[in-house]
């Protein structure tokens, strides 16, 4: 019986040497989180559990490849994954809309979204990748927290459990984080509003 109390990092190279029992352990622990994130972006429930499945999937297909090198930190790299497939989820039924004509469903509602500004939508969209750009150049141990906080949504306990710190430090690493990253923007001119 695997101990609960083992670290990601433990259980992730149990997994790489053949134990499928380990991968179920990260899965059990961390799914309310990743399959909360999902929901979270994109509030619908059948969409997240199929984002939530391609997530895991798409995991033990990199680690099986041996492409996994997180230095143990799991949660952050699967909500990474997690993060992409939305964006990915996004994009596609963008390109291809379909209507879902479950027992809540309202033209009126497709129609107003559809309508939607797509000047503004695309402006929203480059705002986000130029952010994701400059938070890049962001000192290692600020870009995660920042990372945990903003796209994860973890809180700072959470964050401090995650990377083994001190709510303290995670404080403070949030907070050089903003003032760094309002200097990049600034060095680099890069404008964040519509």
Known sequence: MMNEMEDDRQLVRR???????????????????????????????????????????????TMKRGQYNEEGKFLPWILRISHNLVIDTFRKNKRFPTVDGGPEFDIFNVIKDEDKNIDQVIIEDQIHADLLKVIEFLPEEQKEVLKLRHFSGLSFKEISEDTGVSINTALGRMRYALINLRKLIEDHNIVLTQ
Do not use: P
């Not at 790489?16 to 622990?29: D, H, I, K, N, W």
């Not at 429930?45 to 997530?55: K, R, S, T």
């Open 15 to 61: 997994y790489l040497s053949g134990e499928e029992s380990a991968f179920e352990t990260l899965l059990r622990r961390h799914r309310d989180r990743v399959y909360g994130y999902i929901k979270m972006m994109v509030k619908d429930h059948q969409l997240a559990e199929d984002i939530f499945q391609d997530v895991f999937i798409k995991a033990v297909l």
